[in-house]
């Protein structure tokens, strides 16, 4: 039991690199669709180049899209809208009209001639003229209503309103019968009022010309408004069953192909409509394996699935053996690999949105910001590899979006530029829009027949890709990395822990931007982050902010502290700028990587100038020489290695008595050697070809920075 402990905790790592793997393809397979897939590629307007293919069974060419959009359409033009007859709000309104009327009626004979409510019969008996015309004006103006009740009122609503403006016709449902109504059929409240008002004048007008001003002033008084109530209401219920029920109608099989027929032989061009019949015989056939043989199916995807993240695993034990040995960087890729798998999955599953518009290329955007472009470009390879077992038109999808991962790749150089990241974005809708066409007439063998709207999509895909800015915050945070916009923003010497080394340590800030210069070229030259080095270089040592003057850089008033310490204390002092440092960006939140400069630049090497002045002093005391080396660790990077270069030749330049190609040269070789045989690059991948050419950047710089003048005239 306890060597198998042991055995756990000597293999941790590797163990949780390997459990991380096999995670990420469980999910995968969790999540991928359980279908079988088509054993057949091919293209519409290319040649057939597999065996002639045979009917397997019986099957029906199910029509195309287009085609039942068109369908669709054309039922949808003839369709109309249902409104229920309320005939419940008719007789509601005439009884009610009629006392209102016989109210007012009272009102206006009481008022005109002076006749008290138990006189009313009398008076009616001595003027029936009079009764008779009101008679007659209930009468009309009651049919008026019964005509606009009886086609109908409808009630107002946005369905209403497009309805009336388009002037569509209406089905008009009375007891439980539906019967087609034209646009002049049926009335707006408005309209009805009107067609009232101006039937009411005309019979006034007709009827009344002899009469006294008083009696037409009443009749045109009665207030119709009060009695236009809609008694035609939109049902949408009913309206959205009959149109579901005519679109279900709609066949979506346009012919049969028999068992055994023909469909295509080798080497002849797939038409469209051969395209289709094949179209319809790979739905078919995998409509099929759905509901059979998911075990096999499942089985064939664990093979193919781990298949590829067992590449991408030896891909990384080879090249990016540091990624692997680092569970946070691992876990950073996979994570990336999934993501994007799972989202292609969720879009094509339930179809929200069209597929062109997964951004793939970010990806290979953020892996190329944080590691290198050969890195980027396989994990996206391997990304498309698992996406294209259930896109749609595996073929265009991976040649498509494996171009557009090499233009995204090449095209962003400085992410820290925004108008680098932008102009990417363009190039990528370009590109994508470029190769569509290319496919789309190929296929199509006409321009008319390419559908628009996706490039559309494409456009909305590039959007996407700008997305990428927020996303490198999000994983720099979560993940532990370092991206080029931040080493911008942490190089700009206007910083204010870089501000206060300017202020309280002046000489070691020019010493900083000096060493900044050397690295970073010797970096070009040999090939690494540049800017990573720069910026290291910068902060590799804010620890000296603690005690400015314990280092010759910042001595300017001929006074050194040393001479009152002895020399391990001396020692000491120098040592713990590399101490304080850390502790100094750590408390001021600089990232790991930055850090890792100011530990690093001296190594494990020692303090030579009070190690050697206390043996010459001391010759025959035994020395501790741990006290006078400083803590380390050695460089594990080719930047921090480079740092450490620069960092020393350019502090022994300083002292250089005499000045000239023959003492620099003499100097970078003596300093590098020393550090050489004392293995302070054994952790780094750095060669003898990467210091030979490193020497030669700093001597070529030193000479640059020591030339000599011109002597001008006083």
Known sequence: ????????????????????????????????????????????????????????FNFPIYKTEAELSAERDSILTDFHHYFQYDSLVHDYIISTYHRYL?????????????????????????????????????????????????RGIIAPGETADRIVTSRESIIIVKDNIGERTPPDGFYRQRSAYEYIKENVEKWISAELSNMPSNMPEFLRSIEFSDYIVPNLHYDQA???????????????????????????????????????????????????????????????????????????????????????????????????????????????????INFYIVPFAIVPIIIRTFYDE?????????????????????????????????????????????????LTAVIIIFSYSLLY??????????????????????????????TTYPLLYIFEKTFGFISDATLMELSDTNQPLLRKLAEEAP????????VANLAEAAVYEIGGNPLLVRTGALYHDIGKMTNPFYFVENQTSGYNPHDSLEFEESAQMIISHVTKGVEMGKKNNLPQQIIDFIRTHHGTT????????????????????????????????????????????????????????????????????????????????????????????????????????VEYPE
């Open 437 to 466: 066409f290319g496919i789309a007439i190929i296929q199509e063998r006409s321009i008319a027949s390419i559908d628009l709207i996706n490039f559309a999509w494409f456009g909305g895909n590039g959007l996407l890709v700008l």
């Open 102 to 150: 016989e109210s007012r009626w009272k009102e206006f004979i009481s008022d005109r001639f002076d006749v008290e409510e138990d006189q009313f019969e009398r008076f009616f008996k001595d003027n029936p003229g009079l009764n008779s015309l009101i008679d007659d004006f209930i009468s009309y103006s009651t049919s008026l209503l019964d005509y606009v009740y009886e």
């Open 606 to 709: 020692r303090v030579q100038y009070f190690y050697k002045s206390y043996l010459r002093k001391y010759p025959n005391d035994e020395v501790d020489a741990a006290r006078y080396t400083y803590p380390g660790p050695k460089p594990f990077s080719r930047e921090t290695a480079v740092l450490m270069m620069a960092d020393s030749v350019e502090a022994a330049s300083r002292s250089l008595k005499e000045i000239n190609a023959d003492s620099i040269n003499s100097l970078v070789e003596s300093i590098i050697d020393y550090q050489v045989i004392e293995e302070q690059f054994s952790n780094t991948e750095i060669t003898f070809r990467d210091i030979s050419r490193i020497k030669e950047v700093y001597k070529k710089k030193l000479r640059n920075i020591y030339h000599a003048r």
């Open 374 to 422: 050969r890195l980027a470009l396989f994990v996206h390879t391997i990304i498309l590899l698992l996406v294209g077992f259930f896109a749609p038109n595996s073929f265009e999808f991976v040649f498509l979006n494996f171009v557009i991962g090499i233009v995204a790749i090449f095209s962003l150089t400085n992410i820290y530029r925004r108008s680098k990241l932008f």
């Open 507 to 514: 000489g070691t800030f020019q010493h900083s931007i000096q």
């Open 238 to 352: 009913m309206t959205d069953r009959v149109r579901q029920s005519l679109l279900d109608e709609i066949s979506l099989a346009r012919g049969m192909v028999q068992s055994g027929e023909r469909i295509v032989s080798k080497g002849d061009l797939i038409t469209n409509e051969v395209f289709q019949i094949l179209e319809s015989l790979r739905r078919e056939y995998e409509s099929r394996l759905r509901g059979a043989n998911l075990n096999l199916i499942l089985l064939g995807q664990v093979i193919l699935v781990f298949s590829l993240l067992i590449i991408l695993y030896f891909f990384l034990y080879h090249f990016r053996h540091e990624i692997l040995i680092n569970i946070r960087k691992t876990l950073f890729i996979l994570f990336l690999l999934f993501l994007m798998v799972f989202v292609s999955i969720m879009i094509i599953r339930f179809s929200m």
């Open 1 to 56: 039991m306890e060597k198998i402990v042991e055995i756990l905790k000597r293999n941790y790592n590797s163990i949780s690199v390997i459990s991380l793997f096999l995670i990420t393809g469980l999910l995968i397979l969790y999540f991928l669709p359980r279908e079988g897939k088509f054993r057949y590629e091919y293209q519409r307007g290319r040649p057939w180049m597999h065996e002639t293919l045979i009917a397997p």
